[in-house]
């Protein structure tokens, strides 16, 4: 089946220093999405990517679908402690027509941000 | 925006009896939702896809034996947790798709922590 490896595992930052984490897949995704899950809760959608190339911006959030299709980064600029949580990507890949295709989940990224 | 809504939040249960976990859709229809399950410091995994009006298709490796899902309407489905044992403890999350397009981002319930003692 389809795999994402997402990197890094954790990150241990202080507040206001810039964040990068990137997913990368043995296959081709058509639609890329970044979620953050705080504890106890479910994931929340922060960006969702459409096209290879693409970049888009939410706020301090910024994330790119690969040229490739088969991998994606989220940036997060200024990090703020509000950031805690874990950083999940998903590539969501067609089922074909217009069926709804099935979603996969990267390992997650934990952040911890430093007052 | 989407909104769904997974009930309850939490729940404690003995070995050897069900649990129901619902889901709603709150502000649009849903004709397929999704289940997921997450082990603590895990990711989340797909259990099964529920399908309003037809079965649920379950992914590999899930005894839809144990986990009954219904989707009663285009707003809720159901899992059931049916003789639950204390493997079966884990953070049960529900999802919907948006709209009816094929790229649709999925939003996600808040989860439901079952505790099988």
């Known amino acids: 089946g389809q795999q994402l490896n997402q990197s890094p595992q954790s990150m241990f930052i202080q507040e206001g220093e810039d964040v990068s984490m990137n997913c990368t897949s043995s296959?081709?995704?058509?639609?890329w999405l970044w979620y953050k899950q705080d504890p106890g809760e479910g994931p929340v959608l922060l960006i969702a990517?459409?096209?290879?190339?693409e970049l888009t911006s939410n706020g301090r959030l910024t994330a790119q679908f690969g040229i490739t299709r088969k991998d994606s980064f989220l940036n997060i600029s200024a990090s703020i402690p509000s950031d805690v949580g874990i950083y999940f990507c998903a590539g969501l890949s067609n089922a074909g027509g217009t069926s709804y295709g099935k979603l996969t989940f990267g390992q997650g990224t934990i952040l911890t941000v430093h007052p | 925006g989407a909104v769904v809504s997974q009930h309850p939040s939490w729940v404690i249960c003995k070995s050897g009896t069900s649990v129901k976990i619902e889901c709603r859709s709150l502000d649009f229809q849903a004709t397929t939702m999704f289940w997921y399950r997450q082990f603590p410091k895990q990711s989340l995994m797909l259990m099964a896809t529920s399908n309003e009006g037809s079965k649920a298709t379950y992914e590999q490796g899930v005894e839809k034996d144990k986990f009954l899902i219904n989707h009663a309407s285009l707003t809720l489905s159901t899992l059931t947790v049916t003789s639950a044992h204390p493997e079966d403890s884990s953070f049960y999350i529900c999802?919907?798709?948006?709209?009816?397009?094929?790229?649709?981002?999925?939003?996600f319930g808040n989860g439901t922590r079952l505790t099988v003692t």
């Open positions: 990517l459409y096209k290879a190339g």
């Open positions: 296959s081709i995704f058509n639609t």
């Open positions: 999802s919907a798709p948006h709209s009816t397009s094929y790229n649709s981002p999925l939003h």
